[in-house]
């Protein structure tokens, strides 16, 4: 049975203030876009949503940001922007109807980005921000075959966002899937920047060659492979959507939790750096109910969040969670990575 793998690619940071970054982000965005192979009008396409998505920003928050990536999921090679602000929020279907503005505009933005979008969603709090996720997939699908492949692939939202100043993130992910089983690597090189990248790459490759060994004896794996270097954290967490089980193990200071419409469960990491320290190794498992959330993430990323402070959050898109979440708890620190995924089919 084929192996699908998919693995973090360097994201895009872009704060918007004012209207002169509006052009630097739909640059960085066609830019992106023409060196993974998307055609003139896909470029074009990409472009416009970049313009609306950062012009809305400016125009109704103030102020915001915008991360850019190139992001492969059900439907392929993806453009992804995630748009977040912390302005005064909307009422979301009113906005979405092309005509109302609340900036004396023509009021087409939200609506002209859902249509250029393969998907598209946003998620608003009066008075607390937004957050809308827009993935542009190379190449046309047809509405049956979005639906098979939706069906088929797990949804997933990945946020991997690199220490301000620095050219390289220290963290990584990777996912792989085959049939009923997903596996979700992250891994937090030591400090930041090129050597810590360096690490965490490791532990990716070091994934990539068995990844859907038991999760503790990935570990061991991983400590053998990165013997010798700067070292890194990592966790692994194995899902079989059939039994609804997830099976975890992690060294180091990678935070996991299976969060359910009603609670939250941490899942256990043990002390240690991999290539340098490993104290203990041991995985556990836990059950997947209902819509349960696989949160994963560094410690660049505050442990101190709970789904339930975002009325309706928990239903949306993985994506979405993912970005909510870095939004409001990501630190200014260190690199910050996070992996929201469904847990069942």
């Given at each position: ?134 993935r542009i997939s190379r190449g046309s699908l047809s509405p049956d075959e979005r639906s098979r492949r939706r069906a ?32 979700i690597m992250m891994a937090d090189g030591l400090g930041h920047g090129s050597l810590a990248a360096a690490s965490s790459?490791?532990?990716?490759a070091a994934f990539a060659e068995r990844p859907f060994e038991q999760p503790c004896e990935a570990m061991q794996h ?124």
């Amino acid at each position: 049975m084929t192996i699908r793998m998919l693995e973090s690619r360097p994201q895009s940071h872009v704060r918007v203030e004012e209207p002169s970054q509006v052009g630097e982000c739909r640059r960085i965005a066609q830019r992106m876009a023409e060196a993974h192979d998307f055609d003139v009008a896909e470029v074009g396409r990409i472009g416009i949503v970049a313009t609306e998505l950062a012009t809305n920003l400016v125009k109704h928050a103030g102020r915001g940001e915008v991360l850019i990536q190139a992001l492969d999921d059900e439907f392929g090679t993806n453009i992804e922007f995630v748009s977040m602000d912390r302005g005064p929020g909307m009422h979301v279907e009113a906005c979405m109807r092309d005509g109302h503005s609340t900036a004396g505009t023509a009021g087409t933005g939200l609506g002209a980005i859902s249509r250029l979008s393969t998907f598209f969603d946003v998620y608003s709090e009066i008075g607390r921000g937004t957050v809308a996720v827009s993935r542009i997939s190379r190449g046309s699908l047809s509405p049956d075959e979005r639906s098979r492949r939706r069906a088929a692939s797990m949804e997933f939202g990945a946020i991997c966002v690199a220490l301000a100043g620095e050219i390289e993130c220290g963290d990584t992910w990777s996912i792989a899937e085959r049939g009923g089983m997903v596996a979700i690597m992250m891994a937090d090189g030591l400090g930041h920047g090129s050597l810590a990248a360096a690490s965490s790459r490791g532990a990716a490759a070091a994934f990539a060659e068995r990844p859907f060994e038991q999760p503790c004896e990935a570990m061991q794996h991983f400590h053998a492979k990165l013997s010798g270097g700067r070292g890194s954290a990592a966790a692994v967490a194995l899902l079989d959507r059939e039994k609804s089980t997830v099976t975890y193990a992690g060294v180091g200071n990678i935070a996991g939790s299976v969060v359910s419409a009603d609670r939250s469960k941490g899942m256990v990491s043990h002390n240690g750096t991999l290539g340098v320290q490993l104290l203990r190794r041991q995985q556990f498992e836990y059950e997947l109910a209902g819509d349960s959330k696989i949160v994963m993430h560094s410690d660049g990323v505050s442990a101190r969040w709970s789904l339930n402070n975002y009325p309706g959050l928990f239903v949306r898109h993985s994506s979405i969670i993912a970005a909510v979440l870095y939004r409001d708890h990501a630190r200014a620190t260190d690199d910050a990575t996070i992996i929201v995924a469904r847990g069942r089919p």
